[in-house]
């Protein structure tokens, strides 16, 4: 498969990464690419010999510093487990589930706004505002921060993808975000000490963690990374569902027909285009991993689009299925990472895609206007225009 202009796709090109070098260094930039599902789940899975903690590669910046402390993601064994746990409660199922009727009454609330418009960018109108409205309910945050979340996730990890994290640039020019991210979040934390609030945040401002107090900069690092995480996969994955169901007009008029497998063609969305296409980790020890002798402290770039598509793994990894069991992509991750927020990214695509097929009889994207995010790291519309008509 080629793209309009002739060029490669990313699938076409990594299928040839999986056939010649599964396993292979980028002198240019020191990162080991790993494209095998059995390598990069590997390497997802033993926290032992590859680790989360990218600490020692982020640029020194205090405002960046700031924001990554009390990040689990970022972390390995023992303290991992430590901070997940502080949060975890908050997406058990039937925390998510109970969610439902709000994250229903957003999605209608926001698609009433577009109503009286037969072409809308879906981005900008659902996708990117709906995960920030939930999340801030979740954490017990102002309904109304929207636009200050969304130019902090754009400024740190949608535009820039993944490897802004690791550049001295990058991190200089989203500093004034960052700075303004944790001001406000500050005020926040104050507000909910003062009189302690409902969700998150309003128990984790009471919280300690090895019996001492939760510090300021953890309760920011916890709150960011809640933000940012769930907004990111959850913009991503919706904008990447209307992308596949553009391309398979026959599973729309299934999944007309069949609401209930709605979870599968969600899933499938997530295998063939993750919101991530690849993570980092570092090598803890001389390591080999796809028959290559991977030095301590090298940094992995583990390419999860890949793994969703090898053959070895899945069968007929190119055709989009909604069928497809078991499907053990990679896109949440795997192990003691597996995302925290899987659930109710789950469950806010489940009801707004519904609500998308209920309200309109076509739904069309209008290919030429779609902008994506040039970081190769994230796979996402920035801004995705529908063309629909209502029934």
């Not at 009471?206 to 933000?227: F, K, N």
């Not at 980092?280 to 301590?296: F, K, M």
Request: proline residues 7%; hydrophobic residues 45%; negative net charge.
């Amino acid at each position: 498969m080629t793209t309009g202009t002739g060029v490669p796709s990313l699938t076409d090109l990594l299928r040839t990464k999986r056939e010649s070098e599964p396993v292979s260094l980028d002198p240019a930039t020191g990162l080991w690419h790993v494209y095998r599902y059995a390598d990069v789940l590997r390497a997802l899975t033993a926290p032992a010999l590859f680790s989360s903690d990218v600490g020692s590669f982020v640029p020194p910046r205090q405002e960046l510093a700031t924001v990554l402390v009390g990040n689990f993601v970022r972390m390995d064994p023992p303290s991992h487990a430590t901070y997940r746990s502080l949060v975890g409660h908050a997406f058990a199922p039937k925390v998510v589930a109970s969610l439902g009727p709000r994250i229903e009454a957003c999605a209608d609330r926001l698609l009433d706004a577009v109503a009286d418009q037969e072409r809308f960018d879906f981005v900008a109108a659902v996708a990117n505002p709906l995960p920030l409205l939930v999340l801030g309910e979740v954490l017990g945050l102002p309904t109304d921060q929207g636009d200050l979340l969304n130019r902090y996730s754009n400024a740190v990890v949608f535009d820039d993808g993944i490897a802004g994290f690791l550049d001295e640039d990058v991190v200089s020019v989203a500093a004034p975000v960052l700075t303004e991210m944790r001001n406000h979040l500050l005020e926040q934390i104050d507000r909910h000490r003062s009189a302690p609030g409902t969700g998150l945040l309003g128990e984790l401002v009471t919280a300690e963690v090895d019996g001492r107090p939760v510090t300021d900069d953890e309760l920011i690092g916890l709150t960011t990374l809640i933000l940012t995480a769930g907004h990111v996969t959850t913009t991503a994955s919706l904008g990447n569902a209307l992308l596949c169901l553009d391309q398979h007009p026959d599973v729309v008029a299934e999944l007309r027909a069949d609401p209930s497998l709605l979870p599968g063609a969600f899933e499938e969305t997530l295998r063939v285009r993750p919101p991530f296409t690849w993570g980092t980790r570092i090598a803890l020890e001389d390591v080999r991993l796809g028959g290559q002798d991977i030095p301590a402290g090298s940094m992995l770039a583990v390419w999860l689009a890949s793994a969703n598509h090898d053959e070895a793994k899945f069968t007929a990894p190119d055709v989009f299925d909604i069928r497809r069991t078991p499907n053990p992509h990679l896109s949440l991750g795997k192990g003691i990472h597996f995302c925290l927020g899987a659930g109710l990214a789950r469950l806010e695509a489940r009801i707004v895609l519904k609500q998308l097929l209920d309200r309109y009889g076509e739904i069309d994207v209008v290919a030429g206007d779609v902008e994506h995010y040039a970081a190769d790291s994230v796979q996402a519309a920035k801004s995705l225009p529908l063309r629909v008509t209502r029934k």
